[in-house]
């Protein structure tokens, strides 16, 4: 039996791109930055404010929680949410060391 190819990566970059895929998604860009625009937890519907179903928003928010940026309940039409301020900075660090890496070379194509 062959292996994943998760398993031909290390757990930094298996851990990266599991961050950035579960944000990779307008939606969730727009959950989070409405999140952080009340600067308090959320106990309403998203509904109005992204246009979407709410069963597409649930989704969205399952992911967001799933790699912790988001923490709280979430339940059918009954949410109450807010950013984890860890896994926030723990992302961000993630980022910062990967952007953070020389990029120039002396030649290119």
Known sequence: MGITKTEIFNEQQNKLAMMLKAMAHPARIAILQHIIKQRACICNDLVQELGLA????????????NI?????????????????????????????LFFSQDVAVEKCC
Not at 54 to 59: D, G, L, R
Not at 68 to 96: F, H, M, N, P
């Open 68 to 96: 912790g940026i988001i923490k709280g309940s979430i339940e059918g039409t009954s949410v109450c949410y807010c950013i984890d301020g860890q896994v926030w900075r723990a992302i961000q660090r993630e980022l910062d």
């Open 54 to 65: 709410q069963a597409t928003i649930s989704q969205h928010l399952r992911e967001l929680k």
